[in-house]
């Protein structure tokens, strides 16, 4: 397990670094104290978790989040203390697969991105409440029903799951996951999979 922790605080940095050994003993851990530095470290090593604030020294790292967010075999999560919406949703809208407070506990910490790399998207309680509250379900959108195998494979495709994955947990092809994708998609309106986590999250398909 090879983790990227992306932070400028150095208390902030062992405090995350102490959490990820408790979730994964055995974990690589490689810190960063700006954004220059962890593309860099980005560029040379693949990682399977991303620990990434939103405000360093040389930027906010949304660019960055949308850049790596969809690198396959990494979760990439956002620890902050920003609470936000000027921080939040543009987070969400990179693709990211969690959004932690850094207010918890280790132990809470860890225990979150043990789920995240489960498939499982770790959010603060109070984030989820604020997501819930901007993303409910619009009276138009309730209108629109899903079939149970279509929500099925929303709700496994929004918590990071791959087509091959998500065939292979449903017992079905490939071919008939995209078949069901393509039609949420359709009734939906909808065209990425950070549109159909927010989807899943406004149906109820994916828990916090």
Not at 9 to 28: C, K, M, N, T, Y
Not at 101 to 114: G, P
């Amino acid at each position: 397990m090879r983790v990227l922790i992306l932070e400028d605080l150095r208390g902030a940095r062992s405090w995350l670094r102490d959490a990820v050994h408790l979730a994964f003993p055995a974990a690589e851990v490689t810190e960063a104290d700006c954004l220059r530095r962890a593309v860099d470290e980005l560029n040379a090593h693949p990682f399977d978790l991303f620990l990434c604030d939103l405000g360093l020294p040389d930027g906010r790292s949304f660019e960055l989040l949308a850049n790596v967010a969809g690198c396959e075999g990494m979760t990439t999560v956002v620890t902050t203390i920003h609470d936000e919406d000027e921080y939040l949703f543009p987070a969400l809208r990179a693709g990211i697969r969690g959004y932690i407070l850094k207010d918890h506990s280790k132990e809470d910490i860890a225990e979150m991105l043990v789920k995240a790399v489960d498939g499982v998207p770790p959010i603060s309680p109070m984030i989820a409440r604020k997501v819930l509250a901007y993303f409910e379900l619009p009276q138009e959108s309730k209108q629109v029903r899903l079939a149970p195998r279509e929500e099925e494979v929303l709700g496994l495709v929004a918590r990071g799951f791959s087509i091959a994955e998500t065939a292979h947990l449903m017992g079905i092809s490939p071919h008939t996951v995209n078949a069901y994708l393509k039609e949420c998609y359709k009734k939906l309106k909808i065209s990425s999979r950070s549109e159909a986590t927010i989807e899943a999250l406004r149906r109820g398909l994916i828990k916090f």
